[in-house]
């Protein structure tokens, strides 16, 4: 026999049937059901396999502690993974997969892994899989082991939103003890939150009931709801506070129907911790059989869903609160049993038996409790009889996660049996359950006390409930479970204590326990209490583990949120993009920026459409978006003092209207970026770092500038994002900037040489114009106000299609700088690059005054004579050499003397050209070398860096 | 995620600024007359106290460095005030 449903109890509708499928098999419920009273009224006990062993197991509990009810859910044709059955409401349609069932479902015969479970003790996998390496076996454990499955193909509907609060007082918890504080802080005039994960506030009073201020308690909750909203504070309902982080700062995640869920990131100024108590189980042979149940679960599915838990019930217990569920099963017709460990025990009605100082030792049955043997009572030692299902309440476990999460220490006590919050130890002040204080009248008292209510609390009747403690017997025959999700036994636990395992710690990573999606909810307790009694410790003594987020599984999709995709490191975008699309310009990432990478139809050879662009622009003339050069001005009498000391190429002594190549260091002598420098005033001056790299060296200048310059002489202002570069490279250049119509001296050498720049004014306003290339060939960098980038576009798309050029991507510019030895730093330098590694070894030999990083460049590792070197590399035949290969030696030992930095197809020698950093490289010009690259190996020569017009003549041509 | 005071911008959460250094660490030179030792010193070895630091942060949102004490154990924040000659 199992569940049922009551005609008339809860608040189900049961006019409107609900259908769904467990494994395939249609079921049905009422609107209004959880998936767990659903489940539990129609009968059903198997609700899926244990996670090592694959023993049935049937639901436990009614909310977060819940730790076998878990089923793979697909609604809608989405699947979400590992959904406890007591917290989802049931829909129609829902199609529910049970968990380890390995594809057999419920109904899967008694398992083999279980016959075998001798063979499998704690620390099995780790003490027997080390033959022959861990991660020969990983692959085939983790197919047995863990939980559902993700279906690789669901995505999400739409994504959680974060909301960002604050409030005055968090309430976290809207059972009695909540609400009495809830409305004590509105009454104030305090914006109130009161959080709660259940889908309306009341907490036990839902199920359990009562009068309060001689009504009944639904007139409270209206009254706390109307006080909390008219305060300007607000109630969120189906909410768990999964966090507590620092400063304040606590994570919740809200779960809604018909809309995406939102995660919600609260700060308030007073916190108050009302999250009840999990009731504990009670530790017997088989205690893990479907049947087995929190007593207060059956009370709270038959109370709100009229879900009976069986038909013949013992309810199994140490203290008075399972009481209130033995009298309300009875009324609803079941036979009940009580057998309370304790000698005094509340009196019961009439039909319900009540045997004292009896305590269950083992359950029977192979799929589900059939009969019981208990110890004690008034039949004596080993009295069995017949009983579909057994309740129990080993205690209550105080709810105390978050305040330990911030930080905060446990008290024991012995009268309830429990850890309960030490007070200042946390921000959070605990009330009601949470911090032991059991029953309604107590805690209704001490919410609105501790919120610092005006006037006397919330008045109602019920005492304080007796607890007395229990413990795991460790003595007992059979198999007593300790976490049922994580599959730990007592003797698992035992074990532990005998190979020395014995800080809580250790028992936890040695067997797993607590470690389950549960986080021990049910189990930690337990595991602490066997730990403590088989050490002859008490349980301070014991200690607890370390309480961390999250209190409840949180779906990664809700933390994550709307940062995926795209949105998960924005790009940025160019002005022109739109334009540059139109023209067919496939767009690529380069260091944060979204750019052209080649342009042509769909379908296109990308590799030969950059060696046609790269072609076209050495031979007459191509036109690239260089908008993302950075554009940092230094402004001010102090300009230059601080560009010399920031860059390792002094820049006070350019002249205004020129321009210098300059790198900056960081202070252990390694090149940080590169870029040019130009000087428009004596006061002004413009650097343009490498497009990924602005941020980083505008906060270098920053540095210096607040922290060894006097900050009123000098203001640093980053301009990159206002301003659209274009740049026109090739012999054609010239006659490019003449037929667009710009001002006519730009094409006057004498008036703007290379390294030379102007600012001047055409058409539409202001315009930049420098002679800096980037590609080896004559070059014009034009710069305009981001608004007057399309004008500018157009001019110059038309002037160079009449001089037979084209736009060209990134690939064909990363092609022409190859040749020419021009690095890029990050991809030819690396962690140790200095300086003078790359040939620039003038100011470290020369300059006399201070400047960033000076002093790292003369310790023994930057003088080595075996250091890395840049330098080209030629072959023979026309494959390129692969980015990344080693160099190694022709003769001799094989050992890696550096490694290919850059590598391609040179547009102007017409051959492979590679960079590549090789120890002391430049003393080895004309040596031969080996390429190794995944075992095959290619002859090279090392050259200078600079294959093609190494004189420059280009840049003038 | 703690809060850190900008002495110009008030609280604001902490990705928004970057460590920059112990505070009162002073750039050893001119550089020829600086050890290995000292240098090494200077760039890698920090008190990193248990308790109470004091430390340069930089609020990069609005680019202004400055120095701030707190409490590395219950991450408390005990001051922060504007480098010298700043106006905070």
Redesign the interface.
Known sequence: MSGWRHPTAGHVDRTRPVRFFLDGRPLEGFAGDTLASALLASGERVLGRSFKYRRPRGLWGMGGEEPNALFDVTENGHTTPNVRATSLPLREGMALRSVNTAGGGTALAPSLIDLAQRFLPAGFYYKTFMAGGWMRWEPMIRRMAGLGRLDPGTVPVADAPAVNIRCDVLVIGGGPAGLAAARAKARQGAAVWLVDEAPEIGGSLRWRGGQIEGADWHAFQRDVAETVASAGGRVLPDTSVWGA???G?YAAWERRSGHPDRHW?LRARDVVLATGAIERPLWFANNDLPGVMSAEAALHHLSLFGAVAGRRVVVATTNDSAYFAAEALAAAGCRVTIADTRQNGPTVSDGVAHLLGASLQRAHGSRSVGRVTLNGGPDGAGAEFDADTILVSGGWTPSVHLHCQA?GKLDWRTDIDALVPRAGTSPLKAVGAAAGTFGLAASLQEGHRVAGGDGPAPRAEGATWHIAPVRPDPTLTGRQWVDLQNDVTVKDVALAAREGYRSVEHLKRYTTLGMATDQGRTSNFAGLAAMAALTGRTIPETGTTTYRPPFAPVPLGVIGGTRRGERFAPLKRLPLEAAHRSQGALMREYGWWLRPAVYGEDGLDENAAADDEARVARERVGLYDASPLGKIEVLGPGAAELMDFCGYIRMSTLAPGRARYGLMLN??GVVHDDGVVLRLAEDRFILSASSSHV?SV??IL??AR??RFD?SRVV?HDVTDGWVTLTVTGPRAGAVLASAGLPEALCDDAALPHMGVVETRWAHGRLRVTRVSFTGDRSYELSVPARHGRALHAVLDGAVTAEGGRWIGLEAVLRLRAEKGYILIGKDTDGITMPHDLGWTRPREKRSD?FFG???L???EASRPDRRQLVGLSVEGAEALPVGAHVVPTEGARRSLGFVTSSGHGPGVGRPVALAMIEGGRGLMGARVDVFHLGAVVPARIEAPCAFDPAGKRLHA | ???FPCPFCGLRE?TEF?F?AEAGKVR?????G?S?AR??AY?YLNDAPKGVARE?W?H?TC???FIMERDTV??EVISSSA?PG?AG
């Open positions: 982080f620092d400063h700062l990131r930080g202070e252990t941020a505008r906060l920053e540095e607040q922290d900050p640093l201070e000076r002093r790292a003369f310790t023994p | 995620m703690q809060l902490e970057h920059a050893p030179e001119p550089a020829p600086v290995d240098w090494a760039l340069i930089v990069r680019g202004e460095f219950t991450r480098l700043r």
